[in-house]
């Protein structure tokens, strides 16, 4: 037999590409912690934004309840207390005849939010 076989490791790549896998792994998990960097705090502004709009909602339809008789209290204390059991706080509020306009403040990640709505009958324009 003219020819020794050769033993070696099988494969694709030269010596000199060893551990580049292991520097390829880095790159990735460190692009996933950037991207998670990024989105997590977005999803948590785009919640308190929703939180915010949904508490100056009810509390503006509370006030306007109150207003119009259909619940008993005091139009803007109502409004105060259903705005902190949606977790937000009254910053302001209006009654100008039959409507109610309120305005709400929620803590977010990096400072405040701020939602406002108004409640009333249908077709009112004061």
């Known amino acids: 037999m003219s020819g020794a076989r050769t033993r070696g490791r099988v494969g694709l790549g030269s010596a000199s590409e060893r551990g580049a896998a292991s520097v390829l792994a880095v790159g990735i998990v460190g692009a996933t912690l950037s991207l998670v960097a990024v989105v997590v705090p977005l999803g948590g502004f785009s919640v308190a934004s929703q939180r915010a709009t949904g508490a100056a909602d009810a509390a503006a339809l509370a006030a306007a309840d109150a207003r119009s008789g259909a ?6 204390e109502l409004a105060a207390r259903v705005a902190a059991r949606n977790g937000a706080a009254l910053a302001g509020c209006e009654v100008d005849g039959a409507v109610a306009s309120v305005t709400v403040v929620v803590s977010a990640l990096a400072g405040e939010l701020r939602a406002r ?9 004061p």
Do not use: I, T
């Open 71 to 76: 619940v008993a209290g005091v139009p803007c």
């Open 117 to 125: 709505a108004r409640a009333g009958p249908a077709g009112w324009d």
